[in-house]
């Protein structure tokens, strides 16, 4: 038997199945994903984000409009937001 790798509809693997029967509606694909969070677009396997770079911008994020909530005149919080960017 040859193993082989399955999608759902909406491209996420579900695995490889090697004697056993996939589940319903499972699509068969001819490699698997370099990462399981990858999605299958039809043709060809689309990396999954980078999870930490979103965590890295949301503590950037938090970090700021903290500083902005400590700062006593609105206008200073404009001008330092504005020389961050």
Request: positive net charge.
């Amino acid at each position: 038997m040859t193993q082989r790798f399955y999608v759902d509809a909406t491209g996420a693997y579900l695995g490889s199945f090697d004697g056993a029967p996939p589940p319903s509606g499972a699509i068969e694909v001819q490699t698997p994903p370099g990462n399981g969070a990858d999605r299958w677009n039809g043709s060809a396997w689309v990396p999954a984000p980078d999870p930490a770079r979103y965590v890295q911008a949301g503590a950037a994020r938090r970090a700021r409009r903290f500083r902005d909530a400590l700062d006593r005149n609105p206008l200073d919080a404009l001008v330092r937001r504005a020389q961050e960017t």
